[in-house]
């Protein structure tokens, strides 16, 4: 079993920048590639960012590529989001998630879920 605790969310203004956190318990996360999705109200989960178990991977959805970074350190169990130039449209619950194996998009390949940080991004 792996236990995700995401952090980091909040308020902000479209421009802004926030760094959000998922620490991991329960499993060292080196076994896992990690990802991040959100959902935003009235709509599906949908994919964010992953990154290899080794973290020399990465791979963006196209309404992030160039704003986010996602990172991770093995030794403190933790990945990272970087969201920077924020948009209204980024407002969402941000979840992470861990899978064993390779990196994947697709939302039904992880096996572990945290319970979701709020990100709100006003105009």
């Known amino acids: 079993q792996v236990q995700l605790v995401e952090s980091g969310g909040g308020l902000v203004q479209a421009g802004g920048s926030l760094r959000l956190s998922c620490a991991a318990s329960?499993?060292?996360?080196?076994?896992?590639?990690m990802g991040w999705f959100r959902q935003a109200p009235g709509r599906e989960r949908e994919f964010v960012a992953v990154?290899?178990?080794?973290?020399?991977?990465?791979y963006y959805a196209d309404s992030v590529k160039g704003r986010f970074t996602i990172s991770r350190d093995n030794a403190k169990n933790t990945v990272y989001l970087q969201m920077n130039s924020l948009k209204p449209e980024d407002t969402a619950v941000y979840y992470c998630?861990?899978?064993?194996?390779?990196?994947?998009?697709?939302?039904?390949?992880?096996?572990?879920w945290g319970q979701g940080t709020q990100v709100t991004v006003s105009s």
């Open positions: 990154i290899s178990r080794s973290g020399s991977i990465t």
């Open positions: 998630a861990a899978k064993p194996g390779s990196n994947s998009n697709l939302r039904n390949a992880y096996n572990y």
């Open positions: 329960g499993r060292t996360l080196s076994n896992y590639a």
